[in-house]
């Protein structure tokens, strides 16, 4: 049976008893709005851990003025389905006011791996993340918690902070989900029109060109970027932001050749929408 809790006490209560039974835990953090992409998420923890909580929270700190925190779609019935079919234990599901006291004045910042990518254009974004996801790791003290790599850079950043602060849990990255046609899976999917939607599969071929680019040998990130941003001009609603390639160490472009572990990521709207896509390529695997 999955149980809603909408407070930090009977959260914390729930996971002194099992933590009682000897049980563990799995954390999965979301914005609800769930989609086969937070599923598979929920889906390893529940393989990989006793107890599962879901959090569906839309996390005022992480969105900037003129951002979409209004309008951020939301279904709690719909989610707190997807959580009792998928076998969660519990759904978080908080008011702001359980989460942040009016006088709150405790920040983190993120220095060097939230400065380049969506750190660019959404310059408080990450803080607001690691803050409400530090609370949360605080508030269930998770075993292991579940994040997916289309959000690549807050994967990073999460990994960072966590070895950062000490947090005595392990971060799991998983898979990006898509669509059969290839654009991943987003809750901001639904704010296409049908014509931008069928523009929007234009994120996955880029990356998909850079991907075989780079697995054929490639190097140089000029010329994966160059050839992925060729594939963009070719789509008249993509208005792109930016194509890039970093070290995942420290989320820095790659100056000369790729000789490590990168992140190559694209931000492209369409119409309004702004999305996002990325790969991880190791030149030494
Ligand atoms: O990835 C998200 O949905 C959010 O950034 C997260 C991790 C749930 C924090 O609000």
New binding site residues.
Partial sequence: MTVVAHTIAEVRQAVSQWRREGKTIGLV???GYLHEG?QSLIDQAVHDCDCVVV?V???PT?FGPGEDLESYPRDFNHDFALCEAAGAALVFHPEPEELYYPNRSTTIHMAELSEELCGKSRPI?FD??CL??AK?FNIVTPDKAY??Q??AQ?LLI?KRMVRDLNFPLEVVGCPIIREADGLAKS?RNTYLSEAERQAAVVLSRAIACGRELAASGERDPHAITQAMREVLAGEPLADVEYVEIVSQACVKPVEGLIDEPILCAIAVRIGTTRLIDNFFFDPNA
Avoid: A, E, R, Y
Wanted: proline share 5%; aromatic share 10%.
């Fill in positions: 953090p979301t914005m937070h959090s929270f839309v996390n992480q974004h607001g993340v409400v996801v949360l994040f997916g289309k959000d807050q999460i809750s």
